[in-house]
């Protein structure tokens, strides 16, 4: 019979052929082309771990992650909700291109197609990526792993709530923006995925505003600084506005990331300023939520990159920008063995010590109690719930009744100090607390290195408003960490040796 | 005859592949369905441990899916209110005991049967917590009364989440989807039969549990469960009556302190005979219903009694003035021994002896114990069970531990020991249980600081079943004696 088929083409071999065409190659070669576009999950990589750190994903872009032109267009769009022009107005940093232009994402930002979009959100290297100045008229360095000093954390969430509030969010403004900056969209993006995208966003960011609305009526963070766990208990949706009141107003520093092995070995320190947990990975994936990662999109194998970077990463040395004199340094070592070591480590270099990374009771340390307080018990065994089903399920986070003893690796780029930031300098934490700067400027990025700290008495430079923290609102103590066995009663002279010897941290 | 022979052959395939393909989906129908996994060795590798987190078989029917449970307080977290007032935290602020690091509080179990699922164990009503003073983690007795657990707030919350609109496939599996992985199978299940499935069962239960809604009742508040009204509504089925008998949860350590053969009766009003028949009653109540496992079920029951018959009451970890507990136990041999440590302990004495609050003994009666034992002779269990009598009175308690019994008598209507031997028209008219922050002067637990407030439920004395009157014995010593006293009962 066969032998028959093929000898004399029947008509209907052909009208069979046609029809196949048309409801199988055709539909599935377009279904393949969609599947191909939509159907793509490709972060954008870096093979070297320091450009991975600053640019690489943690996974956030899946859940959170904005369109790569949408991101581009608001600061355009609604220029009226941010200090300045672009990104670089909260403070974030942007590297430089050969020609001098800045580049097209801040560091800090990593990309990633999801779903048919190029998609952008934060990553680590957000918070903790900054820039120093040697002095007014120097260009800034670029320091990875320090504090994001002049990160206006508060104020990125708030431009991203306002602007999809706000009426100009839509297909209409946005689009045209998008063309202005020579998006050069192909049919399919400009007709259905971007408006679809601008849409959905919209929606999604504005479904997100409830749960932060408790951002917008805290007290200013300022730049450098973030409400670590009251965020944190976003992700449990927790009914914030019922929340005890002396639970918020918890502004804390961001935390320098730099040679985490040492507080991983020999021992576990107690981490976090208030030490609520031991355990460096779980520390990382608790932060990532910070990034937007959720437990089934989290990308393990990418942040396992970051965390291999951060385990042996080092500060840079503060005589590469600054001299140090050996001599009055000299002298200093042998007072900060006395009066900081047990708590604080050797040197910048060796963690031993007796107390070092090991919670200090506050009412020994005395510091401001707002961040201690703003986490709970309540938020501790909701976070043992996270990751579960996973074999890192979170099992390490426990409420501490004080604050951690911290090393002091690279100290000089951990100002202002205290975990709320609220002492601008070294010298100025050597005082007792009634005579520390009642009010000062964040977000400077020039240096003092006398006093070791970044310049607080400037309120503002090259356009840009720098934000005065007032030590007397809640959350801004600067109390503590002072009398006779914190230093605070040395003599002048064995306090500037002192702050000599902590330059070489 | 070839054609023919093809189809057949073609047949034959045909049924040997849709006869395959129902026997594979039978056997995913019943791994994902229906399947028991043991739980994991943690859970039972010690004995507190397996009090605390294992399981007793009530995942069964009781249980709620795993993920359901998960994200409800996420999707519904205005629903967990105490007070009339929401309250932040999902269920821990509930007030369960819950371990840092563990998964679930103490009392809830975890088990795969088909699917995870959620449900209680014993140590949910009776894990006692405990603090030092503020700055302190707790510290979790097990066995004792759990006097910060909102056990109504629980029971309300699942019902008031089931009936939320919102309480539907495509919101729950959003949020879902946003904390873990599920594979299709997994998906499907979730989708179109587990959600749809627990929310028809969980708004059954409201109908069950009509009484707790009652506007004309006060709320049970942390601590507290009208338990007799429990059994009576769901082992026996009997119709609502105006009955309130809110009681503390009774510390359950060193059971083998009760004697039938002594005339010792169990539970507050003497109505159960032996620890056996109390265990299996209260375990049949976690689950919900004859258990599905006969011989697992009875098993259980009886390592519970022998883990609770030996386990000791817990010490006093603070420090005891010796010289004032000694002065003060000459008070106790002639003020309180004669109820406390003799013949009496453990047997019910009269109310009108007593007069304490009358609420508890009227929930329940000697009808509702024949049928009672009806019920669960006719779920083949054999036990001593509930006490077909008349009851008189409340048990004279036995004092092993009473340190930690905090709240105290049976409603928990006075805070402190110390204020228990004050007349009654001076104890505390209004405070606030289940703050676990411990009073070592008073000796019970802190009740009326701000964070108590903030944090327990509020108590008036005034309302039903609530009553701090009677057993007004020693109150007439003198302040010295009363101090000396209250050190001494530290020691019990």
Redo the contacts between chains.
């Keep these: 019979m066969n032998e028959e088929f093929e000898q004399t083409p029947s008509p209907w071999k052909r009208r069979f052929l046609i029809l196949l065409v048309i409801t199988v190659v055709i539909p599935g070669f377009i279904g393949l082309l969609l599947l191909k576009r939509f159907g793509e999950d490709i972060p954008v990589d870096y093979a070297s771990p320091v450009e991975h750190f600053k640019y690489g994903s943690t996974g956030g872009e899946h ?1 959170m992650g904005f369109p790569y032109w949408i991101w581009k267009a608001l600061p355009e769009v609604c220029p009226q909700y941010l200090p300045g022009k672009g990104y670089q107005s909260l403070g974030m940093v942007y590297e430089k291109k050969p020609d001098g232009s800045d580049r097209d994402l801040p560091i800090g930002t990593s990309q990633r197609r999801y779903q048919g979009v190029d998609r952008v959100f934060v990553n680590c290297a957000a918070c903790h990526v900054s820039t120093v100045r040697t002095a007014a008229n120097k260009p800034a360095t670029i320091v990875l792993g320090m504090p994001a000093a002049t990160f206006n954390m508060k104020g990125f969430e708030e431009f991203f709530f306002r602007c999809a509030a706000d009426p100009k969010f839509s297909k209409e403004y946005i689009l045209p923006e998008i063309e202005k900056q020579g998006a050069n969209l192909d049919l399919l993006d400009r007709t259905l995925v971007y408006p679809i995208a601008i849409a959905i966003m919209r929606d999604r960011v504005l479904a997100l505003a409830g749960r932060f609305d408790w951002v917008f009526k805290q007290r200013e963070w300022g730049p450098g600084r973030v409400d670590t766990f009251n965020s944190a ?1 976003v992700i ?5 506005a ?3 009141p002396k639970e918020f107003d918890a502004p804390a520093d961001f935390p320098s990331i730099w040679r985490q092995r040492q507080r991983k070995e020999p021992k576990e320190m107690q981490l976090h300023w208030d030490g609520n947990n031991t355990t460096v990975e779980e520390r990382n994936k608790s932060a990532a939520f910070g990034t937007g990662t ?3 999109t989290i990308d393990i194998e990418r942040i396992k990159r970051v965390e291999a970077w951060i385990m042996d990463a080092e500060p840079p040395q503060f005589s590469a920008f600054f001299p140090v004199d050996r001599g009055i340094a000299a002298q200093g070592a042998p007072i900060y063995q006395k009066y900081c070591a047990t708590c604080h480590g050797a040197s910048g270099s060796d963690f031993s010590g007796e107390y070092v990374g090991t919670v200090e ?2 009412a020994k340390i005395g510091t401001d109690r707002r961040r201690l307080d703003s986490y ?7 976070q ?2 996270l990751y ?3 074999p890192w ?7 501490t ?1 004080g604050y951690a003893n911290m090393p002091l690796d690279g100290l000089w780029l951990r100002a202002p100090y205290l975990h709320n930031g609220s002492v601008p300098s070294l010298r100025d934490l050597l005082e007792p607390a009634a005579k520390r700067p009642k009010a000062f400027y964040r977000g400077n990025d020039v240096y003092d290195p006398v006093k070791v700290g970044f310049v607080s008495n400037v309120t503002e430079a090259g356009g840009k408003k720098f934000f005065r923290l007032d030590t007397a609102l809640p959350g801004n103590g600067n109390g503590g960490h002072e009398g006779k066995a914190y230093g605070t009663e040395l003599s002048a002279g064995e306090k500037a040796a002192l702050v000599e010897f902590l330059k070489t941290f | 005859m070839t054609t023919s022979c093809s189809c057949k052959t073609w047949l034959k395939y045909a049924a040997l592949a849709l006869a395959a393909l129902a026997i594979i989906g039978g056997m995913i129908g019943y791994d994902r369905g229906f399947r028991p996994y043991p739980q994991p060795d943690w859970v039972t590798a010690t004995p507190e441990m397996r009090f605390k987190y294992g399981s007793i078989g009530a995942e069964n029917d009781a249980g709620v899916p795993y993920w359901i449970f ?1 994200v409800l ?3 519904f ?2 629903k967990l209110t105490q007070d009339g ?6 269920y ?2 509930l007030g369960v005991s ?8 103490i009392g809830f179990t975890q088990k795969t049967i088909g699917f995870a699922r959620v449900a209680n164990n014993c140590a949910v009503c009776h894990t006692t917590s405990y603090r030092e003073k503020i ?4 510290v979790f007795v097990v066995g004792g009364s759990a006097h910060t657990t909102n056990v109504e707030g629980f029971f309300r919350y699942l019902i008031d989440c089931a009936k939320d609109p919102r309480f539907n496939a495509d919101i729950l599996m959003a949020e879902i ?5 599920l594979d299709w199978i997994d998906q499907l299940l979730y989708r179109f039969l587990i959600i749809p499935i627990t929310k028809k069962r969980l708004l059954e239960r409201e109908a069950q549990f009509a009484w707790i809604y009652r506007k004309d009742f006060p709320e049970w508040g942390r601590g507290r469960d009208d338990a007799m009204n429990l059994t009576k509504y769901f082992m026996i089925k009997a119709p609502m009556d105006d009955t309130f008998g809110p009681t503390d949860m009774p510390s359950v350590w060193n059971l083998k302190k009760y004697v039938w053969e002594k005339g010792h009766r169990m539970n507050y009003a003497g109505d159960s005979n032996d620890p056996y028949s109390v265990i299996m009653d209260s375990a049949l109540g976690v689950l919900g219903a004859p258990p599905a496992n006969k011989a697992d079920f009875l098993d259980q029951v009886k390592w519970l009694k022998d883990y609770l018959s030996a386990l000791p009451p817990p010490k006093y970890p603070f420090p005891i003035n010796a010289a004032r507990a000694a002065a003060g136990m000459t008070v106790f041999d002639a003020h309180c021994a004669a109820c406390h440590a003799s013949e009496k302990t453990g047997t019910p004495l009269p109310l009108a002896d007593v007069g304490t609050d009358r609420g508890r003994l009227d929930s329940w009666n000697k009808g509702a114990a024949i049928k009672a034992n009806q019920v669960v002779k006719e779920m083949g269990l054999e036990r001593k069970g509930l006490v077909e009598e008349d009851l008189i009175g409340y048990v004279a308690p036995f004092l092993d531990g009473i340190w930690l019994k905090a709240p105290y008598l049976h409603n928990g209507s006075v805070p402190t020991l110390r204020d228990l031997l004050e007349p009654a028209a001076r104890r505390p008219k209004l405070f606030w249980r289940g703050y676990d922050v411990y009073d070592q002067t008073k000796v019970g637990f802190v009740s009326d600081s701000p964070e108590a407030k ?1 944090v327990g439920t509020r108590l008036d004395t005034a309302s039903k079943g609530g009553s701090n009157q009677g057993h007004e014995f020693g109150t007439g010593l003198s302040a010295s004696e009363k101090d000396a006293l209250v050190e001494y009962l530290k020691t019990l």
Excluded at chain 2, 85 to 90: F, I, Q, T
Excluded at chain 2, 135 to 138: F, G, L, Q
Excluded at chain 2, 177 to 181: A, P
């Design positions: 859940e208990k449990f949706n927790f009914p914030m019922h929340l005890d959720t437990p089934p009771p506050l709970t018990t309540t938020l501790a065994v909701n043992a719930t579960a089903g996973y399920r979170f099992t390490h986070f426990q409420k009744h | 998960y307080p996420r999707i977290p205005e007032l929401v309250v932040p935290g999902g821990a602020s819950w371990e840092q690091g563990q998964e679930l509080p700055d302190s983690n707790p989807n946003r904390v873990t992985h903030r």
